[in-house]
Structure formats: structure tokens, C-alpha cells
């Protein structure tokens, strides 16, 4: 599915606003991208559009809890299968976690710093189709 499709299916909009298709086609590409955008300039449709593109699960790293949270709960809303991989999980939800990770199930996982710089998140990631 090209990206246009992508956010028309999943967010409902019938175009990208401006700089969000050059930034996305660069992605798509395989080019390395940075972007720069205003606040509420819709840096995270620039990631999470491609995350539906490609096969795999995107890694998203972001040190702002409430953000992966809000970010993570408007993806679910969507219909993506989104989750945040935090410190203070319980150990059951940890574990269904790192399941579903293994099986592939989770499209875009946010994760944190400290979470990702952990032997064991680095150890499963290596295992998995980023």
C-alpha cells in the first residue's frame, strides 16, 4: 500500500501537509532522514506512515512517558497495533509482551531510553524484523 493510502485508510486524511510527503517519500526511499517541524506539525505521522509501509516492527525512542502513552493509545484507537515498552510493567504484562514482540504482533513499539539500553531489550531486538 503507497503512503498516501496508508494515511487516507488510517487516519482519514486525503493529503499530507506540507514537508510530510517529501520526509515520508525520503523514508520510504531508505534514504537517512532528519525533520525538522513545528509543534503540531505532524512529525509522528512521518514515522508512523512509513512503520505501516514496511514489514516488521519500527522502534520508536522517546524519553517523554506521557507522550508513548497518548501516541500509543491514538495508534490502538486506529486500529495499529502499537504498545510501549516501559519500566514498571508488571511481570504478566511484561512477558505477554515480549511475546507478542517475538510473534511480530506489535507494529510500532515505544520504547525508553533506559528500557532500551537494557541487555535483554537489546538481546530480543536483535532477534526480531526491525
Not at 55 to 68: E, F, K, N, Y
Amino acid at each position: 500500500m503507497n503512503a498516501l493510502n496508508i494515511l487516507r485508510s488510517h487516519w482519514g486524511y486525503s493529503e499530507f501537509r506540507p514537508l510530510q510527503k517529501d520526509i515520508i517519500t525520503s523514508v520510504i526511499s531508505g534514504q537517512d532522514t532528519i525533520a525538522l517541524l513545528p509543534t503540531g506539525g505532524g512529525k509522528s505521522i512521518c514515522y508512523q506512515v512509513p512503520a505501516l509501509h514496511f514489514s516488521g516492527t519500527t522502534i520508536v525512542i522517546s524519553p517523554l512517558r506521557a507522550l508513548i502513552q497518548d501516541q500509543v493509545n491514538q495508534l490502538l484507537k486506529r486500529n495499529i497495533n502499537a504498545s510501549a515498552w516501559l519500566g514498571g510493567l508488571e511481570k504478566t504484562e511484561e512477558r505477554q509482551l515480549v511475546e507478542d514482540i517475538k510473534n511480530g504482533a506489535i507494529k510500532l513499539l515505544y520504547v525508553s531510553p533506559e528500557k532500551l539500553l537494557q541487555k535483554r531489550t537489546i538481546e530480543l531486538l536483535k532477534k526480531i524484523n526491525i
